[in-house]
Every structure is written in structure tokens, then in C-alpha cells.
């Protein structure tokens, strides 16, 4: 997609999904030099994981030939760390780097959120999308038993790619009640395609057992995961399985807006009607402002880039479409929200952060997240408090008071780069 020898871009756009990629295609369609960092060696994000060659989804494609057609340079294998105003400095395994930019575009995207129960650490018990990533990315799963829980759409998803990859699939568990998946449900009648997708999982699916009002409650085996005991309907269940694909939602990725200063509000990046953060040279689209799916992070990244190129005017016409997006994504994050007795699923000894090996029981000893950090190290490890942070966020009901540099674990050398700009500056 071009040659990365020079840093220093017009418009750098940061993640390379659905978002960053119609946002950096809009941007240097109208003349703008364009670079997209991203941390794999693909662009296409977590969606199109296997790359948008190999992706059967039309737009994937489409999207593909308009970023290269652009002539958008893609900076792969990238791992940012921190932030300077107009600077982001980056790694890979190798050397240090520094991306300079007029304008800058987030578009992170969103990791699952993981509630801790008994067992949950027991290997074999996985993200449902980190399953899904890495049998795209090779690991054997036909003929194993894939017991699926947790809430929201992507269950589904997951487990009819996994059923159709040849996997078992004993149960299906979806925490929301029926009540309010009825609720959705009537919600997409006046959205055909929406409908049309449901019922091709639910085709994709036929006689693998759906569950509402359902969640697992303890994972049990001695080296790795052999059953999986469920709340089913007031009642336990334990069911046999090899895998337990298991994910509560999603959570966006704000760190790199909380770095910049941008302003948030109830976990999700404030923006404009073109996308543009509290700082002014900084946009975001996708899922950092809201969890609402490929559809409207494809219409917010577009947003953003012909925002950031001054074309307001085509902006516009965009945003009924986003607006008419967001509100299926309000509804579709009310049916899927979390129902208090998840609370329950920790018990005293059970493991919280994993990277510090911190219990439940110490963390309820104080009063926020800076103070069970101070004390117990909780959310200092390799995660940064990906994983913890938004558990500790449902189960005791804290919030991250502050993002520090670096993001990720980051390289001597890297560090010393960033001395180096940051006195440049």
C-alpha cells in the first residue's frame, strides 16, 4: 500500500478495522496523505481477521480496493505506546518509531469483556471471539465439544462459525431474558437486513440448543477444561465439553483518547457531529464511541475522514444513516446489558487479575480501582487492566481514574525514543 520510509502524514489514522479503514480510504480519496498503524500484519481489524482477500463479506473487498486504489499507507505490525500532541510513537519487534500528524483519527475498536466465576482460568476456557480469531488462525476444532455463554450478538456468530468449522456445540448460553430479546426482536422489524442476518444464523444453527436467562457459573478440570457448570433457568447444569467460548459484551479500546485528553463520558469518546474529539485535531469513530457494530463503525469512519479532510458538506449526507445505526445500537446495548446477578459468579478466592494473581477477596477491601492498585497491584501487569478493569468496573462498580503511558509493554529503546520527542517537543 505505499512506502513507510517516511513518518509524517497528513491524516494518521490508528487501527486498521472497518472504522479506520473507510476513514482513511475517505480521507486520501480526497487528497490527503494517509497512514493507517495497526498491530497485525493484515488490515481488515478483528472482523476481517484472515485478511480482506480471503474475507466472504462484499464490503471487506470493497473497502480493500479503496484504501490500496487511495494509495493509503499501511504501517503493519505497529504497537503504539504513547502520545505527544501531533506525535504517536510506536514499536514493532525490531525498532522504534516515531508518526507525526496534522490530523489523527481513533479507531481502536472494542475487546470482550471477561466477568471472573469459579474456574474461568482453567485453560481451554476462552474469549468467544479470541476462539473464533484463533481457529481462523489455524487451531484444530473439529469434532470438540464448544459450550458458548456470556451475551450479545457475537455468540451467535461465533458459535455458527465454530458449528460450521465442525465443531460441537452443546448449548449456546445467552444471559439476557426473553423478555428482552423479544423486545430486540420486535426492534429489527422495520430493518430487513437485520432480520435477514438473524435468521441465516439461526439456519447456520438449527438444532444447536439457545438458552436465555442462562450463564456459566464454574468451569472445572485438572489441566485443562473438561465441563462447564451452567445457571439455566434458576436450575445447574454441567455440561461436557472441551472449550468454553465465553464473553460478556464489549468493551472499547479509550486508551490511547484518555492518553490525548480527549473528554468521555460513560466509557465512550465525546464527538461531534463529524466525529471530531474534544481536541481539535483529533477524531475517533467506531466502537471508542459507542458499541454499535460494523455497519456504524463503517458509517463513522467515513464521517470522520471526510471531516478531517474539510469536506463537511458530503459529511452530511451521511449523518441520517449514522443516526438511524445508533439508534439500533442503543436499543441492541439495552437488551444485551448486564442483569445484577452476574455479580454473584466470583466467589471470595476467585481470581480477578490474572496477571498479579489478585483474588476477589482482597479487592473488596477498597474503596476504588487507584487504591486496589496501590496496594495489590491489580491492573499493573501485562494487560494494563484490559481484563480486570472492566470486571472490577461491573463486579465493584469502579471506574479507571487515569491512563499512563506506555499503553503497551514497551522496549528500553522504545522508552528512550520517547524521551527524545517528548524534549523535542
Known amino acids: 500500500m505505499g512506502d513507510t520510509s517516511a513518518h509524517k502524514f497528513e491524516l494518521l489514522v490508528v487501527g486498521g478495522g472497518p472504522a479506520g479503514m473507510a476513514a482513511a480510504a475517505s480521507a486520501a480519496e480526497r487528497g490527503l496523505r494517509v497512514g493507517i498503524v495497526d498491530d497485525n500484519e493484515k488490515v481488515g481489524g478483528q472482523i476481517w481477521r484472515q485478511g480482506l482477500a480471503s474475507s466472504p463479506e462484499p464490503e471487506a473487498s470493497d473497502w480493500s480496493k479503496r484504501v490500496m486504489s487511495a494509495g493509503v499507507i499501511f504501517i503493519r505490525g505497529r504497537v503504539f505506546h504513547q502520545a505527544a500532541p501531533d506525535v504517536l510513537l510506536a514499536e514493532d519487534g525490531d525498532s522504534a518509531f516515531k508518526l507525526e500528524y496534522d490530523k489523527l483519527i481513533v479507531a481502536t475498536g472494542a475487546r470482550e469483556r471477561f466477568l471472573p466465576f469459579r474456574g474461568w482460568t482453567i485453560p481451554n476456557v476462552m474469549g468467544a471471539g479470541g476462539l473464533q480469531a484463533m481457529v481462523k488462525s489455524g487451531l484444530p476444532i473439529e469434532g470438540k465439544r464448544v459450550a458458548v455463554a456470556g451475551t450479545g450478538p457475537l455468540l451467535l456468530a461465533v458459535a455458527a462459525y465454530l458449528h460450521k468449522h465442525g465443531a460441537k456445540i452443546p448449548?449456546?448460553?445467552?444471559?439476557?431474558?426473553?423478555?428482552?430479546?423479544?423486545?430486540?426482536?420486535?426492534?429489527?422489524?422495520?430493518?430487513?437486513g437485520k432480520i435477514k442476518q438473524a435468521l441465516q444464523l439461526k439456519g447456520e444453527l438449527a438444532g444447536v440448543p439457545f438458552s436465555p436467562n442462562s450463564w456459566p457459573i464454574a468451569a472445572t478440570g485438572t489441566t485443562a477444561l473438561e465441563?462447564?457448570?451452567?445457571?439455566?433457568?434458576?436450575?445447574?447444569?454441567?455440561?461436557?465439553?472441551d472449550y468454553l467460548a465465553c464473553g460478556f459484551h464489549l468493551v472499547p479500546n479509550i486508551e490511547l483518547p484518555l492518553l490525548l485528553g480527549c473528554r468521555i463520558h460513560g466509557g465512550y469518546v465525546c464527538?461531534?457531529?463529524?466525529?471530531?474529539?474534544?481536541?481539535?485535531?483529533?477524531?475517533?469513530?467506531?466502537e471508542p464511541t459507542g458499541i454499535g457494530g460494523v455497519?456504524?463503525?463503517?458509517?463513522?469512519?467515513?464521517?470522520?475522514?471526510?471531516?478531517?479532510?474539510?469536506?463537511?458538506?458530503e459529511a452530511q449526507k451521511l449523518f441520517r444513516q449514522r443516526e438511524s445505526l445508533r439508534r439500533f445500537a442503543s436499543r441492541l446495548n439495552r437488551a444485551f446489558s448486564l442483569r445484577p446477578e452476574l455479580r454473584n459468579l466470583a466467589s471470595p478466592d476467585t481470581i480477578v487479575c490474572r496477571c498479579e494473581d489478585v483474588r476477589y477477596s482482597r479487592l473488596k477491601r477498597y474503596a476504588s480501582w487507584r487504591s486496589a492498585k496501590l496496594e495489590t497491584r491489580c491492573g499493573m501487569g501485562a494487560c494494563q487492566g484490559r481484563i480486570c478493569g472492566p470486571a472490577t468496573q461491573f463486579l465493584l462498580k469502579w471506574e479507571p481514574e487515569s491512563v499512563r503511558p506506555p499503553i503497551f509493554p514497551a522496549r528500553v529503546e522504545s522508552l528512550t525514543c520517547a524521551r527524545t520527542a517528548a524534549a523535542a517537543k
Open 295 to 313: 455497519e456504524l463503525a463503517l458509517v463513522e469512519g467515513q464521517i470522520a475522514g471526510l471531516g478531517a479532510s474539510g469536506r463537511n458538506f
Open 227 to 241: 465441563s462447564v457448570t451452567i445457571s439455566r433457568g434458576g436450575r445447574t447444569e454441567t455440561i461436557a465439553c
Open 171 to 192: 448449548i449456546v448460553c445467552e444471559q439476557a431474558s426473553w423478555k428482552h430479546l423479544l423486545q430486540f426482536g420486535i426492534g429489527l422489524m422495520n430493518q430487513p
Open 271 to 286: 464527538v461531534d457531529n463529524l466525529q471530531r474529539t474534544t481536541i481539535n485535531n483529533v477524531f475517533c469513530a467506531g
